[in-house]
């Protein structure tokens, strides 16, 4: 197992087909990632306290960090952090305790807090904060601090989606080739 992927407690990340994870990323405990995932430079994915699941063809960005909310007085239940397929997490993003939709893009810096819910197919612009227990619906930009919908989504922005999903499979493809022995 590479230093990048890391057990804790008798958990120990599962990734999917053809999975890219830099060198320099952690991915530790309870961490799902699905097929053809990347996980880019300096990204942290800490799941030691309560599960993290990432679906399908997903691209996690340099500098971002991914966690969750641990089960305790304050949050009997905790949050899971979970991804749906095709969402693009922008550099320095943070994801913390909340559930993402499929067809997601998450600007750089951007953070989504405890039991925040973004649907599918939302636009969270650079920057934005969605505040704990917020929903955003699906079809629309959202941006600012807090997060707040500023107009719909256009069919260009919307196609955008798989398309810039599909173009980080490319990419960690080239990753993974160059690193074939």
């Not at 399908?56 to 641990?70: E, P, Y």
């Not at 993402?100 to 989504?112: K, P, R």
């Not at 973004?118 to 934005?128: I, L, N």
């Not at 930009?141 to 599909?166: D, I, M, N, Q």
Request: glycine share 12%.
């Amino acid at each position: 197992m590479s230093s990048s992927i890391r057990s804790f407690q008798q958990s120990t990340p599962q990734l999917g087909e053809a999975v890219y994870v830099d060198p320099t990323a952690v991915v530790l405990g309870d961490v799902t990632l699905g097929d053809d995932c990347s996980v880019w430079p300096m990204v942290v994915i800490r799941g030691d306290m309560h599960r993290i699941r990432v679906g399908q063809r997903c691209s996690i960005q340099d500098g971002s960090v991914l966690h969750i909310t641990h089960a305790g007085p304050f949050d009997p239940e905790g949050f899971p952090l979970t991804l749906g397929n095709d969402v693009t997490v922008g550099h320095q993003a943070t994801l913390h305790g909340c559930t993402i939709g499929d067809e997601v893009l998450i600007g750089m810096g951007a953070m989504v807090m405890d039991g925040a819910v973004v649907e599918s197919r939302v636009v969270v612009g650079a920057g934005s904060l969605v505040p704990p227990g917020k929903r955003l619906q699906s079809g629309y930009l959202y941006v600012g601090r807090p997060a707040k919908a500023v107009r719909p989504l256009s069919e260009k922005e919307l196609a955008y989606f798989c398309y810039t999903a599909a173009n980080y499979v490319k990419l960690k493809n080239s990753y993974l080739e160059e690193l074939a022995p």
